[in-house]
């Protein structure tokens, strides 16, 4: 692999570099913009499966045209995902939901799932597209804009199956005899990182318990306010009473159901991302190791002189420069995934107080207006009596 690729600032192309500078000075300028939309269920004689269309508008020069429009399945996503991993080892690439079953959901193919999967397949494209350095990757674009015949030729010329098994087996060899100084920076990154999943894992657990007592809670609301007007035909002196009190319970089922759809929609899928956040950060950990346990072996083995002494200096040099990256790399993105981290899921947080806010007020004034109308009918009445 060419030691470049580690580095966290290749652009492909000087146009690409123009684009990349101009991203990172100018915020407000973006020059890639991708949908994923309209779900689409193909059922074959061997298997079922979704494809999603993608659309992609841009003005960077390097792109053949200025809008594309291709359909991808899960499949596709996930070798793109493989592509960048392979290609960025130590950097963070956004991650994919769940192949099957994303918590909360039942069946595969249901609406629920489709719609859940086709956000979170929108959100890890537009997170590369947002990212420095995974947007200018070359099978990044291709995922983009060739058709799917391109797409399956392109996937053809990737690395053979024994390439593959000497990679793998040599990542394994490594992993196996772990780093024996692992710099301090790197210790407290993958402290962060543990700490970080206990903490995630936990909210994702309660955030989901929260969800369900909520749909509990709203199911069995659901049944008072038809029971209030039946027994309304049987109270003739209450009959407007318990149908104010019907009505009051409806407009607090409405409430409650948006305030669901925004803990379904908004929370639960902001908190679930960085359970798998967490989860790829320690495969990153886990490849920077494996990078520097290899160059450490190369380094034990010219101490005691196991092999060509001149060939080992010379892959020394090369591992040196490859570890430097891989680091610098993993250091340059860390800092910009936790800030991005942060934002997240303090805005996610902050926008389901403030619609929790919202919806209990909603109630508060619904239940107040309502006694405030059975006061007036009392004083009404008490008058009336009086008279």
Same mark, same amino acid.
């Given at each position: 692999?060419? $030691?470049?690729?580690?580095?966290?600032?290749?652009?492909?192309?000087?146009?690409?570099?123009?684009?990349?500078?101009?991203?990172?000075?100018?915020?407000?300028?973006?020059?890639?913009?991708?949908?994923? /939309?309209?779900?689409?269920?193909?059922?074959?004689?061997?298997?079922?499966?979704?494809?999603?269309?993608?659309?992609?508008?841009?003005?960077?020069?390097?792109?053949?045209?200025?809008?594309?429009?291709?359909?991808?399945?899960?499949?596709?996503?996930?070798?793109?995902?493989?592509?960048?991993?392979?290609?960025?080892?130590?950097?963070?690439?956004?991650?994919?939901?769940?192949?099957?079953?994303?918590?909360?959901?039942?069946?595969?193919?249901?609406? /629920?799932?489709?719609?859940?999967?086709?956000?979170?397949?929108?959100?890890?494209?537009?997170?590369?597209?947002?990212?420095?350095?995974?947007?200018?990757?070359?099978?990044?674009?291709?995922?983009?804009?060739?058709?799917?015949?391109?797409?399956?030729?392109? #996937?053809?010329?990737?690395? &053979?199956? +024994?390439?593959?098994?000497?990679?793998?087996?040599?990542?394994?060899?490594?992993?196996?005899?772990?780093?024996?100084?692992?710099?301090?920076?790197?210790?407290?990154?993958?402290?962060? $990182?543990?700490?970080?999943?206990?903490?995630?894992? +936990? $909210?994702?657990?309660?955030?989901?318990?929260?969800?369900?007592?909520?749909?509990?809670?709203?199911?069995?609301?659901?049944?008072?306010?038809?029971?209030?007007?039946?027994?309304?035909?049987?109270?003739? /002196?209450?009959?407007?009473?318990?149908? &104010?009190?019907?009505?009051?319970?409806? #407009?607090?089922? #409405?409430?409650?159901?948006?305030?669901?759809?925004? +803990?379904?929609?908004? +929370?639960?899928?902001?908190?679930?991302?960085?359970?798998?956040?967490?989860?790829?950060?320690?495969?990153?950990?886990?490849?920077?190791?494996?990078?520097?346990?290899?160059?450490?072996?190369?380094?034990?083995?010219?101490?005691?002189?196991?092999?060509?002494?001149?060939?080992?200096?010379?892959? $020394?040099?090369?591992?040196?420069?490859?570890?430097?990256?891989?680091?610098?790399?993993? #250091?340059?993105?860390?800092?910009?995934?936790?800030?991005?981290?942060?934002?997240?899921?303090?805005?996610?947080?902050?926008?389901?107080?403030?619609?929790?806010?919202?919806?209990?007020?909603?109630?508060?004034?619904?239940?107040?207006?309502?006694?405030?109308?059975?006061? /007036?009918?009392?004083?009404?009445?008490?008058?009336?009596?009086?008279?």
């Amino acid at each position: 692999m060419d $030691i470049n690729s580690f580095s966290p600032m290749m652009p492909t192309s000087p146009l690409s570099m123009i684009n990349q500078i101009k991203f990172e000075d100018e915020s407000d300028l973006k020059d890639l913009f991708i949908t994923v /939309d309209e779900p689409e269920s193909y059922v074959t004689t061997i298997e079922t499966f979704i494809t999603y269309r993608i659309i992609t508008k841009t003005s960077r020069g390097e792109f053949d045209s200025s809008e594309f429009e291709v359909r991808r399945r899960y499949q596709d996503f996930l070798w793109l995902k493989g592509k960048l991993e392979e290609a960025h080892p130590t950097l963070i690439i956004p991650p994919l939901p769940e192949k099957f079953i994303v918590k909360g959901m039942v069946e595969r193919f249901n609406d /629920d799932f489709i719609e859940t999967r086709k956000k979170a397949l929108h959100k890890f494209l537009n997170r590369i597209a947002d990212h420095p350095t995974l947007t200018f990757n070359e099978d990044f674009k291709v995922f983009l804009t060739a058709q799917a015949w391109e797409l399956s030729s392109h #996937k053809k010329q990737g690395p &053979g199956l +024994l390439s593959r098994m000497g990679q793998t087996v040599r990542a394994v060899a490594s992993s196996f005899r772990g780093v024996k100084n692992r710099p301090e920076e790197f210790m407290e990154m993958n402290n962060f $990182i543990e700490i970080f999943s206990q903490k995630i894992n +936990l $909210i994702d657990k309660i955030s989901q318990r929260i969800y369900k007592e909520e749909r509990e809670y709203f199911e069995e609301m659901k049944e008072y306010g038809p029971i209030h007007v039946l027994w309304s035909a049987s109270e003739e /002196d209450l009959v407007d009473t318990l149908k &104010g009190i019907a009505s009051c319970i409806e #407009k607090c089922c #409405k409430a409650t159901e948006k305030q669901m759809s925004g +803990l379904s929609e908004a +929370l639960l899928p902001a908190v679930h991302e960085y359970v798998l956040y967490s989860e790829m950060l320690m495969g990153v950990m886990k490849r920077r190791d494996q990078i520097q346990a290899e160059l450490d072996s190369k380094v034990e083995a010219l101490t005691y002189r196991k092999g060509d002494t001149d060939l080992l200096t010379e892959e $020394i040099g090369k591992l040196e420069d490859k570890v430097e990256c891989a680091n610098n790399a993993l #250091k340059a993105d860390w800092e910009r995934w936790k800030q991005n981290m942060q934002n997240d899921i303090k805005s996610a947080f902050t926008d389901m107080a403030e619609e929790n806010i919202h919806y209990y007020e909603q109630c508060l004034a619904t239940w107040e207006s309502f006694l405030t109308t059975q006061t /007036d009918l009392h004083i009404e009445e008490d008058s009336e009596d009086k008279l």
